[in-house]
């Protein structure tokens, strides 16, 4: 057989908890309603 393997390590978690405040701010003021990372990053 084959397998394909995609692994990520995070060496600090500072840029999760940058990640979290960013949508955070992003966030704010925002109607209510169901959202992704892919529209705080302007993706979608």
């Known amino acids: 057989g084959e397998r394909i393997t ?6 600090d ?3 999760f908890a940058r990640g979290a405040v960013k949508a ?6 925002k109607k209510p ?4 990372m ?3 990053l302007g993706l979608s």
């Open 24 to 29: 955070a701010l992003w966030a704010r003021g």
């Open 13 to 15: 978690r500072a840029i």
């Open 38 to 40: 892919r529209d705080v």
């Open 33 to 36: 309603g169901l959202y992704s």
């Open 6 to 11: 995609l692994s990520h390590h995070a060496e």
